[in-house]
């Protein structure tokens, strides 16, 4: 009877640790933060008084958080397919044989050594618009940090150099399992290249694609580190994402109950575009 | 055709790899170089200054320290506690499994960034501040790798594991000699990805420290506050510090790399 | 199974142990040691080592103390780690001294483990008239003076001397006005027609607007409570006080002439790099600036230019002091020992000469030493004439969310420039924004 008990038990005692996480870290924070956004929450973390939606509404009509959520959907919009093409660019164009192949190949995946503040640091050293190299080797004048689009199109570059690294050697090992057999056939019947991907790579990649555009989406609306150290959020907040702008009033503020709106309405958002990409993965899975 | 294929292959790559050179010869400018109008590509009188400044004037190995320490413990939970969840989930067959199995894995709906708040409360209540539990705690459980680790485990058949334990093997022997050689590669990556992302970990680890003995080095790098004056050159030579015996591990270990990510992860 | 958990408790105790490793050593000292943050980077952060060791080195030794000076990051970032401590009650964790800045002085001033500056002074028989009037006010709180001024800067107009002598103007401009004047006269196109110099680059920040608005009629209010130091802020006056709508009016006739660069970041670079000819900067920043320049051209530096004939007010002192905490070490003593030597005169000096912030005791001005220094450097000199023209009550905000109000200011006035709003509109949507932030800090309050 004791042994039948302690067989039993056993794998509720081997997954412990794991939910115990969950519960800690994932499930009771979120109540908390969804909590905290309904309450006016002091400069301690202490629950005052339950205001329903009222930290929303004046969430909604504060102008530095529509800022901020017309930046993050930018840029979202902007980098998602940018960092798609470039990383699918990177795995087809070194997709073949050869020692040149095989260079290129670890020059893709290379930023994946270099960490993030490491990164962060030299992109804002070599995009210095006075003294920066960029600028001066392409013979341009950008103000990288002054102008509002240059420096969203500069953290849409901090993005995808964050990026390659993983998303290249996912696409790369997804395109080496299309089995070598149907590309043999499909040459032979003729097929050019172009035919080649719309009609046997990308479907056969199709669901690592998938995984790598939900990764993209879930990135994007979260980005914070990359503005925290490039561009803090300027100039005149045109980089100011929504996270960036969580950090902002709940650390830098002590603004918890915002913070926590701020945070309650990316969950939501970020939910839903995934959602949606679900969906829209589904139809096409069908009508293949 | 496989010219222009190998001929743009190229020109993206050198893009790619530019920061990287770039920041390894900036490592040795001095700080005439680095205010130099029209900017440099490579320094006029090479120079080991910056990193000799880089390590005298700040804490540079307690950074790395910690954050080597930090990420190798981290991975080490972290592993333990994914292989034995997707274990448990895979040859057991207990009352609640599935609904338990898609509580630990939804929480991947769960973006930590959203939570960082509460958990920052959190962890300032149970007094973990500046310690090295408080960085990594947030990162010990891994719902994805839980969930690739039990796809993995499920191709591995269940009458294997009751022919082992037939024979009086127990489910560690089981688990240590026979599924992890096994699943090898797998494990391997998600070390690795687990050791990186630990490692390259930035605002969790920015708030959850306050003493600059404790800071991680991706925190220490970005307060090497030089940079007010374009003193750049200290936090080039330790970037390029940090940066150099990865690099050189990745280069020697590409196969592996390239082989080990399998796209048995993300669906096919 | 029992290996598996054998292996879980031996990773478990790994783990507690080297969480127990990372945690502080508290070691018994004879010697009472001082640990002081601070955000001093560059030629400050050496010059800041340079003090602590004459410190330690001659008083220390003395009264057997050492200063430990700790590098906590950017002013943000040691207010950051100050609160983070203060908020978890882990008094023991505090520093024994913290250097901030204004934007700190709001999460600070009223904790329970601050100890007033005027407190330790007082008891150790310290005459407060020795400090500057206007360094003194800048921080004091209700009358009490509750920390010790440091790191103190007014604002300076650069200018590209060179530029100017090549285009024969003469001497700097006083009011705006003559700003935008000279700075049409300075601006360069290439061939092409495009601008590779602009007259001026800027955009207000906080600190400027806190001169720009507070000098008119010789002093005005930006916010209620005597700009925070009386207590918490509930609005903002500068809107009903027309202070702002004059200063917007005179900024828009800058930029209508074309030679106004919207600059917000770099702008020592661009300034050093000869892209513009003139730009307003901390008195804190000429030492770098003079040695990034080099000798591309000559460096000339002048009052920040006034509003108008009428705004007498002169310049605020900016930057930081030095807060004491009360942690359990005992420590109060020592610490103040090493804010008497800090603030002294001839440690004012070094600092002077090392960082170019201004002394702030009465001591260092009458120094044989600090003559010499300003005969041979007269640039420095500038800085601290305005300073003394100045009105000592025009003092800096002390107000919540200054990070989120230094955003709403610039975000604020580059829509009036580029989407051609008026004044009047830009001061009235100021006021809703900033007083809504006002109202957000007193509803955490519990009002």
Redesign the interface.
């Known amino acids: 009877m004791n042994r039948h008990w302690k067989h039993s038990l056993k794998p509720y005692l081997l997954i412990l640790p794991a939910l115990f996480l969950a519960g800690l870290f994932a499930y009771r924070p979120f109540v908390i933060t969804l909590l905290n956004s309904l309450y006016t929450v002091s400069i301690n973390g202490q629950r005052i008084a339950f205001v329903g939606l009222d930290n929303f509404r004046r969430l909604f009509v504060n102008e530095s958080f529509q800022t901020s959520l017309s930046n993050t959907l930018r840029f979202t919009l902007y980098f998602v397919p940018v960092n798609v093409f470039i990383c699918l660019s990177a795995a087809l164009l070194s997709h073949r044989e050869g020692k040149l192949a095989t260079l290129n190949q670890i020059c893709f995946f290379l930023p994946m050594a270099v960490g993030l503040s490491s990164a962060m640091m030299i992109l804002k050293m070599i995009f210095n618009p006075f003294i920066g190299i960029v600028n001066q080797l392409l013979g341009i004048s950008v103000e990288w940090f002054n102008n509002p689009n240059a420096a969203m199109a500069l953290l849409v570059i901090a993005g995808v150099y964050l990026d390659i690294g993983i998303k290249f050697l996912l696409l790369h090992a997804a395109l080496r399992n299309i089995p070598a057999n149907l590309v043999e056939v499909a040459t032979l019947e003729g097929a050019n290249p172009l035919q080649l991907f719309k009609y046997l790579q990308l479907p056969l990649i199709a669901p690592t694609l998938v995984f790598v555009l939900a990764t993209n989406i879930k990135d994007a609306m979260l980005i914070s580190s990359p503005v925290l150290i490039l561009t803090e959020g300027g100039p005149f907040r045109s980089t100011q994402t929504l996270v960036y702008q969580m950090y902002l009033e709940g650390f830098k503020s002590g603004n918890y109950a915002m913070g926590s709106a701020i945070a309650t309405v990316v969950f939501f958002l970020t939910f839903l575009l995934l959602l949606a990409l679900l969906q829209i993965e589904r139809r096409r899975v069908y009508y293949q | ?2 010219s222009l ?2 001929i ?3 020109i ?3 893009i ?2 530019f ?2 050179a ?2 390894l010869s ?1 490592s040795f400018f001095s700080w005439a170089d ?8 490579l320094p006029s009188q090479p120079t080991f200054e910056n990193y000799i400044r880089a390590f005298r ?2 804490n540079l190995e307690q950074f790395l320290l ?1 954050s080597l ?1 930090t990420a190798s ?1 981290g991975m ?2 972290r592993m ?3 292989i ?2 997707a ?3 895979t040859f ?1 067959n ?1 009352k609640g ?1 599935d609904i ?1 199995f898609i ?2 894995v939804a ?1 991947m ?11 920052y ?2 962890i ?1 209540a149970l ?7 408080g960085i990594i ?2 990162s ?2 891994a ?1 994805a790798h ?1 969930f690739m680790l039990r796809q993995y485990f499920k191709t591995v058949s269940g009458e294997y594991r009751e022919a082992a334990i037939i024979e009086g093997c ?4 089981f ?2 000699l026979l599924l992890i050689p096994i699943s090898k590669a797998v494990v391997v990556t998600l070390a690795i990805h687990s050791f ?1 992302t630990i ?5 969790w680890p920015l ?1 959850v420290t ?5 800071r991680t ?3 220490g ?3 090497l ?8 050159g200290p ?2 030579a330790a ?1 390029t510090v ?2 150099t015996p ?2 050189v ?3 020697l270990m ?1 196969k592996p ?2 082989e080990s ?3 048995r992860f ?3 | 199974m029992k290996r598996l958990f054998s292996v879980m408790i031996i990773l478990i105790s790994l783990t507690t142990v080297l969480f127990a490793a990372g945690q502080r050593e508290i070691k018994p000292d004879p010697v009472r040691t001082v640990t002081w943050w601070h955000p001093n980077s560059g030629l400050a952060g050496q010059a800041t080592q340079a003090m602590v060791q004459a410190f330690n080195s001659t008083v220390g030794v003395e009264k057997n103390i050492r200063v430990e000076a700790v590098y906590q990051g950017k002013a943000n970032d040691v207010l950051t780690k100050a609160k983070a401590i203060l908020q978890s009650d882990s008094r023991r964790d505090l520093p024994d001294l913290a250097q901030l800045d204004g934007a700190a002085v709001l999460d600070i001033r009223d904790v329970d483990a601050l100890i007033p500056m005027e407190d330790l002074a007082l008891s150790d028989g310290y005459d407060l008239d020795a400090i500057l009037e206007a360094a003194r006010l800048s921080v004091t709180y209700k009358d009490k003076m509750i920390a010790m001024p440091f790191n103190s800067s007014t604002i300076l107009l650069y200018y590209n001397k060179t530029a100017f002598d090549q285009g024969g103007i003469a001497r700097a401009p006083r009011t705006l006005d003559e700003l935008a004047v000279t700075a049409q006269a300075l601006v360069q196109k290439d061939a092409r027609g495009n601008v590779i110099r602009s007259g001026f680059a800027n955009v207000p920040t906080t600190y400027e607007l806190i001169a720009w608005l507070g000098q008119q009629n010789h002093l005005s209010y930006i916010t209620d409570q005597e700009n925070g130091h009386a207590g918490n802020p509930t609005r903002v006056l500068f809107h009903e006080n027309g202070t702002m709508v004059n200063f917007l009016t005179k900024w828009k006739a800058l930029y209508d002439t074309g030679a106004l660069e919207n600059l917000t970041s770099d702008r020592n670079g661009a300034f050093a790099s000869g892209r513009t000819a003139m730009i307003v900067a901390s008195t804190s920043n000429l030492t770098t600036i003079l040695s990034m320049v080099g000798d591309r051209f000559e460096v000339g530096v002048a009052n920040f230019p006034m509003v108008d004939e009428h705004a007498t007010g002169g310049v605020n002192v900016g930057g930081g002091a030095i807060w004491a905490f009360d942690n359990g070490s005992g420590n109060r003593d020592a610490a103040w020992e090493f804010v008497k030597f800090a603030s002294s005169g001839e440690q004012q000096l070094a600092w002077h000469i090392a960082t170019g912030y201004f002394p702030i005791h009465r001591d260092t001005y009458s120094l044989p030493a600090f003559e010499e220094h300003i005969a041979k450097n007269p640039l420095f000199k500038v800085a601290i004439d305005q300073l003394m023209q100045s009105n000592p009550q025009l003092q800096g905000i002390w107000v919540p969310s200054a990070y989120q109000i230094y955003y709403a200011f610039q975000t604020g006035i580059l829509k009036m420039l580029t989407e051609n709003r008026s004044p009047e509109e830009t001061s009235r949507a100021l006021e809703a924004e900033i007083n809504g932030y006002f109202a957000e800090y007193l509803r955490m309050q519990g009002q």
């Open positions: 055709m496989k294929k190998a743009l292959a190229t993206l790559s050198l790619i790899v920061p990287i770039y920041s900036a680095f205010t130099a109008i029209p900017a440099r590509l004037e700040t910690n320490i413990l080490m939970l333990t506690i994914s034995t969840a274990y448990t989930f057991f207990f499994r338990l509580l630990i929480t709906l769960l973006p930590s960034d959203t939570l960082l708040l509460a958990n409360t959190t300032r007094r973990l501040t500046d310690t090295y539990l705690s947030t010990l459980l719902p839980i127990s489910d560690t022997r688990l240590t990186s490692f390259n970990d930035y605002l708030l306050n003493k600059a003995s404790m080095i991706q925190v790098l970005t307060m506050g030089f940079s007010e004056n374009f003193d750049y936090q080039f970037i940090l940066m990865v690099l591990a990745f280069i590409h790399i390239q990510v399998s796209t993300t669906g096919r």
